[in-house]
């Protein structure tokens, strides 16, 4: 298996501008993150789904990010209008469910790093 | 929060010294994790240890838990230049996703 698969892997684009992050999970995990990573805050979790339905989006920080998956094979997360505060690099991880309400290992991208200038 | 706290927040040592990691967390959980970010790469998942487990091995990588204390270590033996790297924790508890800690930047000189 390739693993999970990010596109674009960089994306500089300007204030106001629409950004859309792809992402394939690996074959036969039914979870799907989205997270955010910065130097201040670390890794956030901005969005999760179980079987392509979206668990949970608390994590989202305005209404201006949005995110879907389509079919068990992608996902997008969008960001419209983008502003440079939204620089940051964005991974995409999936995962088996663990069973018994536990969570398990989590396989991640290599990343989208976003530049908004 | 559950979210997990590692310290220290940086760490050098020399090659084939062994590096020690801790993780400090809040609440109940049912498993504990350890990452690996290499310089612009996603995380890579190292262990897992679950609330009812004290010790697990993984190649030069031990891992201990203390759900008395809400603490976990990570200890890398005979490091080497490869392992530099940031080291994260993540929490699991019942029925909510992972929640990653903010790191230990590990650094280790040939």
């Known amino acids: 298996d390739a693993g999970v698969i990010q596109s674009p892997r960089h994306e500089v684009t300007e204030m106001g501008q629409e950004v859309t992050l792809r992402c394939k999970p690996i074959s036969g995990h039914d979870y799907l993150f989205w997270y955010r990573q910065t130097m201040m805050r670390g890794l956030e979790l901005l969005i999760y789904f179980n079987n392509n339905v979206p668990i949970d989006d608390s994590g989202m920080p305005e209404d201006r990010f949005s995110a879907k998956m389509p079919n068990a094979s992608f996902s997008t997360l969008k960001i419209q209008p983008s502003e440079p505060r939204d620089s940051a690099v964005y991974f995409c991880?999936?995962?088996?469910?663990?069973?018994?309400?536990?969570?398990?290992?989590?396989?991640f991208g290599p990343g989208t790093r976003l530049t908004v200038l | 929060s559950q979210q997990g706290e590692e310290d220290p927040q940086a760490l050098s040592i020399q090659e084939g010294e062994n590096a020690t990691m801790n993780c400090s967390y809040k609440t109940s959980i049912n498993n504990l994790q350890w990452y690996r970010q290499n310089s612009g790469r996603g995380l890579v998942h190292l262990i897992l240890i679950r609330s009812n487990e004290r010790e697990k091995h993984s190649g030069r990588l031990r891992v201990t838990l203390d759900t008395s204390k809400k603490s976990s270590s990570l200890l890398i033996t005979a490091s080497r230049a490869a392992d530099t790297a940031s080291y994260f924790c993540a929490t699991a508890a019942w029925d909510t996703p992972l929640v990653f800690g903010k790191g230990t930047r590990l650094s280790v000189i040939a």
């Open positions: 991880a999936s995962s088996l469910h663990g069973g018994a309400r536990s969570y398990n290992e989590q396989f």
